[in-house]
């Protein structure tokens, strides 16, 4: 009889499926938009469908003059004048659907390394946040401006902002007429490379300096989560919070560095004393909460700079050090001294301070699971067009309606038009 | 500039020393109490680190054109802030230590030597390290959402109260709690066994 070969035991052989799972993806983080949400100095206020109030004081009342107080007359005084900004809260959603057979294939340890339940439980509330995070630094919902298209290839300034799977709108302007309402999708984010890979070709007309809007845009400015860019504008142009910054010149824009170049020490060192002179000297707990936003051009940009240590050199959280022994493991990443939060999202060529005790968030509906009101239901089967049956497929939605608000953005700073680094 | 403080130890500055000095004579590395620093701001001399509780700070000095870019895109805007371009260089923050913290040798030492070390990395390695750093926070932050979930399936399975607290220290589960995990495990449902967490949570018995 002739010896057993692979293919006469083939029948026994088990098949091994290593149990851990790689994420092959990048989505960025959601620190910024936590921070917000939950430390931020106002954190979350619950409000109506009635826009939220807040009182801005934008002038300090009273008149001083000479005075003739031997019979003179002493004339007429004033008082404080506030005005109110408003906040609407907006609606967002992160929708989840699967087969119920997926769900069946994968329910228990014997079937799959991991439930696609339990991975979706752990990985929908991050990636909605994300998803939030990314639109904080996507004014009006615009995740990117076509710089360059080759046919489902589109080029932009930041990749990261967009996810794969991701469906969006073209607009050519704000205010301009969708290139097709049917939403396209993200085969691939090449962050590096700065391009967004269409599944299917772009609509019809879309062109170069197109907005990549977010899905569901009307197109229109405002019509997203308010960005840290629509608060960080340096010119009396435009509006926050329903005001109108001509009205009130210098109380409302942000002070900023137009940087021109790469990013130095004293540019930096400038714009903090700038903020330090709009919030005073005195006032510790708002200087405190002071943080400086950058991506990761500007990041290695600061490396670069000199003064501080490479992230090469940093120990990843939970590791030891990796190169030098004695360097606190702790030590956390600074500008001049002030937290720096380096994310992926937003525009590459500058850096924001923001002073978190400044940023809150209407809240009409918290970050949770969406049920219909009065029921805990949060899966929905598919109902079938065509004869009204249940189709064996289930949805689950993630919601929020809220919106971003800052209270006082002229304490804040910002440094634009930075070169980027080289090869990044 | 600066002005009279709390001075540096000697030992410091000795150490220091080691890493040499820029072309100006003066120490590339210097550790200073932070009230001591003063800027030229806005036509006003101020002190620098207000925004910081006091504190000794290790300072580095860069060239003119690592601290101010080149001196003809000197501009205006930036003489009326900053006054003159600094062709001395400048000292610029690189650490500061906590408030109770005195200065060792080592510790000073070892900060230098990372960022002399750190001086000299292409573009592309910094945004790589940068972005695996980035990375493994977004995979704990997954971790511990996950850890969160297995934590409340443990609680919700076994019909019991856990303590309102999350995260690894909650994960330290002695022989007992195990024990009785697998007498529960009896007793569940098949359904809830795959439920059943991985590290499982402290419970209040």
Known sequence: ?424 | MLRDGKSTPEFVEKMLAVFGNNPHGTPNYRLIWSERKMLWFMGEVAPEYIYLEPCWILETWLPPIKAAGPEAGWNELMEAMNGEYPRQGVYFFSQNFPQDWSPSEENVRVLAKAIEASKHIPYEQRADAIRENLKAKEREGIERTAQEIDELFDSAAQGRIQQPVTGKKNNFRTPEDFERDQERIGRISHKDYARLPKAGGKLIQ
């Open chain 1, 1 to 424: 009889m002739a010896a057993s070969n692979t293919s006469n035991v083939i029948g026994l052989q088990k098949e091994k499926v290593l149990s851990n799972l790689p994420k092959l993806f990048l989505t960025g983080e959601d620190k910024v938009i936590t921070m917000i949400m939950r430390n931020g100095g106002l954190g979350s206020v619950p409000v109506s469908k009635r826009s939220l109030r807040i009182p801005l004081q934008i002038a300090p009342g009273g008149k001083g003059r000479l005075a003739n107080f031997d019979g003179g007359t002493l004339g007429r005084g004033g008082s404080i004048n506030t005005v109110p900004g408003f906040v609407s809260t907006k609606g967002f959603l992160w929708a989840l659907e699967s087969t119920t057979e997926a769900y069946w294939g994968t329910n228990s340890n014997d079937k799959s390394v991991a439930s696609l339940t339990s991975l979706e439980q752990a990985q929908q509330m991050e990636n909605f946040k994300q998803f939030l995070d990314a639109l904080f630094f996507s004014p009006s919902g615009t995740l990117g401006v076509i710089t360059a298209i080759s046919g489902n290839v589109l080029t932009v300034a930041n990749a990261n902002n967009g996810y794969i799977g991701q469906d969006v709108l073209f607009y050519p302007a704000l205010g301009g007429t969708v290139r097709s309402a049917t939403p396209s999708t993200f085969a691939a984010v090449d962050a590096n490379n700065k391009q967004w890979t269409l599944a299917a070709a772009p609509p019809a007309g879309t062109a170069v300096g197109d907005l990549v809007m977010v899905d569901g845009s009307p197109g229109t400015a405002g019509s997203s989560l308010s960005s840290i860019y629509d608060y960080h504008v340096s010119t009396n142009t435009g509006t926050v919070l329903t005001l109108n910054r001509a009205t009130y010149p210098g109380q409302l824009n942000i002070s900023a560095i137009a940087g021109g170049g790469a990013l130095t020490p004293v540019m930096v060192r400038a714009i903090l004393q700038l903020s330090i002179r709009k919030i005073g000297t005195k006032n510790k707990d708002l200087l405190n909460s002071l943080k400086f936003i950058v991506g990761v051009e500007q990041a290695a940009a600061w490396e670069a700079a000199g003064v501080s240590i490479s992230q090469i050199f940093r120990p990843q959280s939970g590791q030891g050090l990796k190169t030098f022994d004695g360097l606190p493991a702790t030590t956390p990443d600074t500008m001049a001294g002030r937290e720096l939060i380096t994310q992926l999202h937003g525009d590459p060529t500058r850096v924001d301070s923001m002073l978190i005790k400044n940023w809150g968030m209407a809240t009409t509906k918290e970050l949770g699971p969406y049920s219909p009101p009065g029921s805990s239901q949060t899966v929905f089967p598919v109902i079938s067009t065509t004869d009204g049956s249940v189709v064996a497929s289930n949805l689950k939605y993630w919601a929020l309606e809220a919106d971003v608000f800052c209270i006082n953005p002229a304490q804040e700073s910002a440094i634009t038009g930075l070169t980027i680094p080289t090869n990044l």
